[in-house]
């Protein structure tokens, strides 16, 4: 069984739409990260979260929010979808114990489609 | 502001020949560097990573060499695979910082 899952893996939605990704882990790893995949831009920083009580903004937090609902599960909402939304989103976990070492290991990804 | 880039966006390289690719960063304060590859439809996957203490480091087929003067990481493929077809990104972060900034990706076909 994969250590990080993420549903849905596809999702087409219209404007204005409510929508929520959602993540979980079996790693036991305290911090998780979502990010936005774009074409020529790499992936970068929505949100994330060292534990179940703190959560940080990333590069491109706005439009977006994030819930740490356990350890292992950690949502991603788009509370009003526009098309510039549309992109592959991935969630990552790491080890807290990792020390500097900062390894994320990353679900397979979901793909988002704004209309 | 300080971000990691790529030199090459895409690269070819026939099946058995060796691939390098390359990664500029700009932030002095890097320490720790990570190299990852991403299939089509899945997520990035760890290949090697590197500290700053370091010059080389080596995997099964993959070398990463960091050379702190000119901020340049590399990743050297030997003999390289049909299966190591895929997007590679590096990402590094800074002392104290546990974000990791990615690059943009190189693209490497392997020809068979």
């Known amino acids: 069984d994969a250590d990080v899952t993420q549903t849905p893996r596809n999702r087409i939605t219209k404007t204005g739409k409510r929508i929520m990704l959602e993540c979980s882990q079996t790693k036991g790893h305290d911090r998780m990260y979502w990010y936005r995949q774009d074409p020529g831009l790499g992936l970068r920083l929505i949100y994330y979260?060292?534990?179940?009580?703190?959560?940080n903004k990333g590069e491109i937090s706005d439009g977006y929010s994030v819930s740490r609902q356990a350890q292992a599960k950690f949502s991603l909402s788009l509370e009003s979808a526009i098309p510039n939304q549309t992109a592959l989103y991935f969630c990552?976990?790491?080890?807290?114990?990792?020390?500097?070492?900062?390894?994320?290991?990353f679900g397979p990804g979901t793909r988002l489609t704004v209309l | 502001g300080e971000s990691v880039g790529l030199h090459l966006p895409t690269l070819s390289v026939q099946e058995g020949d060796n691939s390098i690719i390359n990664c500029a960063y700009s932030?002095?304060?890097?320490?720790?560097f990570i190299w990852y590859k991403q299939e089509s439809g899945k997520g990035p996957q760890f290949i090697i990573d590197i500290r700053s203490n370091m010059d080389k480091r080596q995997g099964q087929r993959v070398t990463v060499l960091l050379n702190k003067t000119v901020k340049h990481l590399s990743l050297q493929i030997a003999a390289t695979q049909p299966g190591d077809s895929a997007v590679y990104f590096c990402?590094?972060?800074?002392?104290?910082?546990?974000?990791?900034?990615f690059g943009k990706g190189t693209k490497l076909s392997v020809i068979p």
């Open positions: 990552a976990t790491s080890d807290l114990a990792g020390g500097p070492n900062n390894e994320q290991f």
């Open positions: 990402a590094e972060t800074g002392s104290g910082s546990y974000q990791l900034t």
């Open positions: 932030n002095s304060a890097s320490d720790y």
């Open positions: 979260s060292f534990d179940v009580k703190d959560i």
